[in-house]
């Protein structure tokens, strides 16, 4: 099964140089240099991360990031328009010249990439504000605006600069509290450390309270933690706070960490007439919030797939990959992030921050 894992990816990579070569109207040697280059830097990514792009200078670890991870979405969609090339060829609704040595071939696939992930980067940089208003029988001393952001990837792509602005737009809000459910961090502490986003976490104007992703774990946890102490957050490791004597913020350790608790563990001695809200990373098994009395759950992880056709793939591995849920009595939602993962592109997806009305 592993061995097919790795199988289909290589057979899709080498289909997808194999079209390139062939649709490019070039001489012998300017084809296989695109074809070497295309490979190389797929490569590239993997050596780059096996190796680490914490030992190259700043600039260069930036560039070999962003490169390195937009050329994987760009090889997928490649991959999707060669086969469905091949497909009308074969139905002859477009004439077989045009998938060997054509200039109209190369410019229709040139055009339709650059389109394509134009809209998406455009599309990334735009942050939605998604509204909520939730009303409670619980008894609440007042109505509570909160900001919710999951997903942040801070790191060589999403830099210091970057962060400040999404710090400026969440203030704005004038939320009673900040919650953030997960991967502050990208893939290593070393860049944001170099940066001293740390000291942006510091401008924000109310409280911030967040829970461990997975990535905290793929960045180094101990390395993690530090850079939370430094940014003054207040992580919830597998513990709650009770906010204003009215709300009860539960942060739940990610499902990485094998010896979690239980959210009946962590929610033990906890009065059950407060509204509680549950910040854990991964939106999986969501019946035991609902079993465990959460009034709201707030998730992100997904991403929502980042780009379609993605986003089908993560609609078929959880009960809920985006958006509102219910089950019971309890409140989801489940976020798509305010940053991501590799390539700058939102493509049937978008990037958001959520605002909570809480009111009875």
């Known amino acids: 099964m592993r061995f097919l894992f790795l199988l289909i990816p290589v057979a899709a990579i080498c289909y997808v140089m194999v079209r390139i070569y062939n649709i490019l109207p070039f001489s012998f040697a300017v084809k296989t240099l695109a074809v070497v280059l295309g ?16 030992k190259l200078p700043m600039n260069a670890a930036t560039v070999v990031y962003e490169v390195t991870t937009s050329w994987l979405f760009i090889l997928l969609y490649l991959l999707m328009i060669f086969l469905l090339m091949d497909i009308l060829r074969l139905c002859r609704i477009i004439p077989r010249e045009w998938l060997f040595s054509s200039v ?14 134009l809209y998406g980067n455009i599309r990334y940089y735009h942050k939605d504000r998604v509204a909520l208003s939730v009303k409670t029988e619980k008894k609440l001393q007042k109505p509570y605006k909160i900001v919710m952001i999951s997903d ?6 999403n830099q210091r600069s970057t962060f400040a602005k999404w710090v400026d737009m969440i203030n704005k809000e004038n939320a009673d509290f900040i919650l953030i459910a997960g991967d502050i961090i990208d893939i290593s502490t070393h860049p944001i450390n170099l940066q001293r986003s740390y000291e942006e ?15 905290d774990y793929i960045s180094g946890l101990d390395k993690a933690l530090e850079f939370y102490r430094k940014a003054g957050i207040n992580l919830l490791i597998d513990t709650c706070y009770l906010f204003n004597n009215d709300i009860l913020i539960a942060g739940r350790n990610d499902r990485s960490d094998q010896s979690r608790k239980t959210i009946p563990q962590i929610l033990q001695w906890q009065d059950k007439n407060k509204y509680s809200i549950l910040i854990d990373h991964q939106p999986y098994n969501l019946e035991q919030s609902q079993q465990a009395g959460i009034d709201f759950q707030f998730s992100g992880h ?8 993605i986003n089908l793939i ?17 409140d989801y939602y489940i976020s798509s992030g305010l940053g991501i993962w590799g390539g700058k ?9 959520t605002v909570l009305e809480l009111h009875n």
């Open 104 to 117: 109209k071939g190369s410019l229709i696939v040139t055009g339709i990439i650059f389109a394509v992930f």
């Open 152 to 157: 942040l990837h801070l790191g060589y792509h």
């Open 314 to 330: 993560t609609n078929a591995v959880y009960e809920k990959a985006y958006g509102k849920y219910k089950k019971g009595n309890t």
């Open 201 to 215: 976490f510091k401008r924000f104007n109310a409280p911030v309270y967040a829970c461990l992703g997975n990535h």
């Open 39 to 54: 490979s190389g830097i797929f490569v590239s990514m993997f050596v780059s991360f096996i190796i680490g792009l914490d």
């Open 302 to 309: 997904t991403h929502y797939g980042q780009v379609f056709p």
């Open 345 to 353: 592109f939102r493509i049937g997806t978008k990037s958001e921050y």
